[in-house]
């Protein structure tokens, strides 16, 4: 399983990025797929969740209006769109999936907000 997360970068408050993340390793369709966060000094939450058809989506309280997770199996990615985004949103966001009982990760990509 691997899993790289790309579109990081720092953005002043009221910004917008899409992040992605690519994945191969194992059948990408058929799994949930989520959007992770860890902030510094802060425990990792989950932000987003998007079923294996991308019927269903599901957010953390702190991104409802903002964030949206999205998938395209075709091309085995998942992507976070982030508009106004605020300095609280700052951290490491990641893309896990959990294949075969095991929680994969990536390195993540670091998303600064600040001015």
């Known amino acids: 399983v691997q899993l790289v997360e790309s579109g990081g970068g720092l953005v002043q408050p009221g910004g917008s990025l899409r992040l992605s993340c690519a994945a191969s390793?194992?059948?990408?369709?058929?799994?949930?797929m989520s959007w992770y966060r860890q902030a510094p000094g802060k425990e990792r939450e989950l932000v987003a969740a998007?079923?294996?058809?991308?019927?269903?989506?599901n957010y953390a309280d702190s991104v409802k209006g903002r964030f949206t997770i999205s998938r395209d199996n075709a091309k085995n990615t998942v992507y976070l769109q982030m508009n106004s985004l605020q300095p609280e949103d700052t951290a490491v966001y990641y893309c896990?999936?959990?294949?075969?009982?095991?929680?994969?990760w990536g390195n993540g990509t670091l998303v600064p907000v600040s001015s």
């Open positions: 896990p999936v959990r294949f075969n009982g095991v929680d994969s």
């Open positions: 998007i079923t294996s058809a991308g019927g269903i989506t």
């Open positions: 390793g194992f059948t990408f369709s058929r799994y949930i």
